[in-house]
C-alpha cells in the first residue's frame, strides 16, 4: 500500500476563509452568500485525493495528528460518513478501498513485502451514504508489520472503529480462530480505551462516538476466498457470517448469563457481516501488482461480489453524530484530535504481549559467553596509532560478529533450545556501540591533525609571497591553493569513510557526527589564513599610497609658494589652478609607478579622491580666500583714494551753473575717476574679471551719484540765493492775498491752493527781475520748491492746521445730522434752541416774546 501525496489547495481557496466588501448591503444577501462561501469551502478538498490526518512516531510508539490533513478537514463543513477499512499489512486493504471509489488509481499499491501505509490517511470520495452524506474512506496502517507493537496496531484499530460509520474489516484466503482472537484482542482494547476516555470526560459533556454502546457496523471481508464454505454452512442464507459466528468465544456477562447467541463481537458491534471477494485476476503479471489491472480487466467474479459489498456498506450508512448534529469536517477534525491526544496521554490500556517468548536458562548461559569472546574479539579491532577506514573497521567488526554466532551456535547445538541470534545481535550492538565511541573519538582527533597539516602546508606557501603584490593575483593563488588541499583533505575523508562490504549481523559503523563539517571548516580555516594575508598585503599597499599622498601634498605646497604675495584675477587663478593640479598628480603617480597594477585597485580611486578633497581642493580654497581677501583691501584702499579724489575736484566746480552745465561738469569729473580706478586693477587690466573690481565699481558709482545729487541741490541752493528778490517779490503778494482773504477765500485753508499761488506769485516775480533770465523754468521750479519747503514751511504748516480743523468741523456737523435724520419725531420737553419749555433764555429776546410767553402759559 503506497502512501499519497496530499492534493495541492484548490484554486479560489480564499473565498474559504476570506471577507467580503459588500458592507451592510450584503445583509441582505447573507444566506445566498453563506450557500456560495460553503459550497467553496467544500470544493476544498478534491474527490478521488487522499491525505494524512495521523502519522507515527519514530519508534512506532505512538501516533500525532498532521496539521495540515486536520486544516483540510476543517474547511470542509459537509456531513461525512467513514467506511473505515482495517487489517494485516499486505492484505489488500488499498486495493480494496480503490474498488469501492470505482478508481484503481486512488491509493497506491505497492509491491514490496514491507509495509507502505504509515498512519492514517483520508479520502472524498463522489459516493453518497443513505442519509445523503458524503462518503469518506479511511485507509490505515496495516497490522503485524516487522519492528510494530500489537499496542500501536489496537490504536489503529480504536481510532477506525470509533469515528467509522462502518468498519471493514480485511483479510485474505481464509478465517480462523487465530484470526478471530486477534480480531478479539483488538476490538477489546477499543472498547478499553472508549471507556476510559469516556471516564476522563465524565467532567465535560462526553462526545457521542464514546457514549455509545456500540461500535459500527462491521463487516470482515475475506479477498482472494476461492475455497468452499463448510458443510454446515451450506446453502444457509448469509452463510459466510455463520461461519465467523463458529469461531467467536462467548463471553459470560456481570450477572453470569450466558447465551448461546451472544458472543462478544456481536454485542460489540452493531451488526456483523462476513463478505467474501474473488480474485481480482487471475493471471500472475496482474496479481503481482493490482495497481496496473484496469477496471474492464478484473474479473466478473470479483466485480459483481465487490457491487454487492458495496450496497451492504451505502444501504445502512449514514454520518457519526457529535454535539447531537451530523459529523462534518470541523466535528470530525475534532474528534480525531481528541482521540490522538488521548493516546498520547497514556489513555490507551497496554497488554501483555500475545507473541512474547522466553529462552531457556541454557540459552542464558550460552548468550553470555558468546558476549564476553564477542568483547575480547572487538580489542584487537583498530589498535594502531592511527584509526583504520570505516571498511576495515567493519569488516573486522563483521568478521568478529560472524565467529560469535557461529560460537553461539556450537554452544546450543547439543540443547533442543532455539537459538536467539537477536537477542545476541542486541548485546553485540551494545559492546559495538561503546568500541564505535572510542573509535569516534580517535577519528575526531585524526582529522583535526589532518586539518591541521594542511593550514600549516598553506600557511607557508602564502607566507613565500613577496608584499605587496597584486590582490588578484594574491587571492588567485591562495584560492587555488586552498581549493587543492581542501581537495585532497575531502578525498582523504571521503576514502576514509567508505563503509565497505555490506553488513548482515549488526550496524555498520560511520563516521562520527562532527559538530561542523570538516571540510567546511577546514575551508573556513584557510580562508581566514589567506584573508590574513591578504590583509598583511593591504597595509603594505596602504604604505605606498600614504607616501603617495604625501608626494601630492608637497606639490600642492610649492606651486602655492610661487603665488604667494600676487594678486590674481579669475582668468589667472584658474590658470595656475591647473598647473597646480598637474604637478599635483604627477607627483602622485611617481610614487606608485613602481608598482603599476597599484592604480587599477579601488586604494587607487579612494586615495586620488582623498588627495583630490583634503589635500588640493583644501589648499587651493584656502589660497583663493587669501587671494579674495587681499583683492578686498586692494580695491577698498582704491576706492578710498578715488572718493577722497572726488570730493576735492568736486568741490572746485563753479556754480550757479545751469543744469545742463553742471551735469556735463560732473560726467567729466566722473570719467576722470574711474580712470583711476582702472589704473588699480592691473597693467593689464587681468583684476577687472574679480568681483570685487566690479563690487568696486559700485560703491565709486553710488558715491559719485549721491555727489552728483549733492551738486545739484547746492546749485539749486545757490540759485535760491540769488533770487531773493523774486522770493522777497512773492512773500509780499502772499501776504497781500492773506489780508484780503475771507471767510470763503480758499488760499489760507487748502494746502493745494495756497501751493499753486505761492508758485505763480514766484513765477511772476521772477519774470519782473534780472536773474529770470539766466534760469531755465526748470530750475525756478527746483528753486520754488526749495524755497516753498524751507522759507514758507511755517506758512504752509499753519493751514495744513486750518485744513485739518475745518475738516473734522464739518465732519461733525455732517455725523450730528445725520444722527438726527434718523432719530423718530416725538413730543420733546425741549424747545426749538435746546432750552426747556417755560425757561427764557436769558440775555436773549425774541420777536413776538409776548406770543412765545403766552404758548408757555
Sequence with gaps: MGRPGLPPPPRGSWWCGGQGRGGSSMHRHLPVLISFLAARCVAEVQVNKPFQVVQPTANHSSMVPVSKGLQMLMQHDAKISVVSVVGPYHSGKSFLLNALAGDTSVF?????????????????????????????????????????????????????????GHLVYNTVKIIDQQAVSLLEMLARRAQLFRTRSSAESASAEAPEFLSVRTFPPLTWVVEDFVQELPEQHKGVRDGATAWLRSYLSKVNTSSGYQSDDEHFLSRLYSDLKVHTLFLPATSKKHLQDLSSVRWDELTNEFKGELADLKKHILSRLEARKFEGRSMRGPTLERALRFIVQALQRGMFHELPSLWATWTTQVADMSMQDAETWFASLLTGVDHGDDPVPVSTFNSKVEESREKTVEFYRELLRDFDVQPDIAGLRDRMGNHFQQKLTLYHERILRWVGQLAGHAKDSISRALGAVELPVDPDILRRHGENITRTAVQDFSETLQVFAQKGSPVTLGRAAQMPVFTQDPVSQLTSDLRAILGSRELENEREIAQFFKAAVAAAAEAVDNELKLNTGKLLGKARMKEMQGMVAVKCWQAFDEKLAKHRWMMTLAHYKTHKALVQTETYDARMARFAAGNEQKLTAHFRTAVERCTSSYRARKANLAMPVSEEDLVAEHRQLATSIRELLDEQAGQSGDLKDTDNYRQAVRNLNAAMEEGSLQAARKNVELWKVHSDEATSCAVRENDAVMRHCGLLCLFNKVPQVHKSMSQKHLIQCFARSGTASRMSPAMQKQVFEN????????????????????????????????????????????????????????????PGDGLYSGMRG
Design 108 to 164: 497506491q499499491i505497492g509491491r514490496r513485502t514491507s509495509p507502505e501505509t504509515m498512519g492514517i490517511w483520508m479520502c472524498r470520495t463522489d459516493l453518497k451514504a443513505s442519509d445523503g452524506s458524503e462518503v469518506w474512506l479511511m485507509d490505515s496502517e496495516g497490522f503485524f508489520g516487522p519492528g510494530v507493537s500489537e499496542s500501536y496496531d489496537a490504536k489503529i484499530f480504536t481510532i477506525a472503529s470509533l469515528l467509522g
Design 787 to 846: 524755497w516753498y519747503s524751507k522759507d514758507l514751511a511755517h506758512d504752509a504748516t499753519t493751514v495744513w492746521h486750518t485744513f485739518y480743523m475745518n475738516s473734522a468741523a464739518v465732519g461733525l456737523l455732517i455725523l450730528v445730522l445725520c444722527l438726527a435724520c434718523n432719530r423718530r419725531p416725538a413730543q420733546a420737553p425741549y424747545g426749538g434752541y435746546g432750552k426747556p419749555l417755560g425757561q427764557p433764555e436769558v440775555g436773549r429776546r425774541f
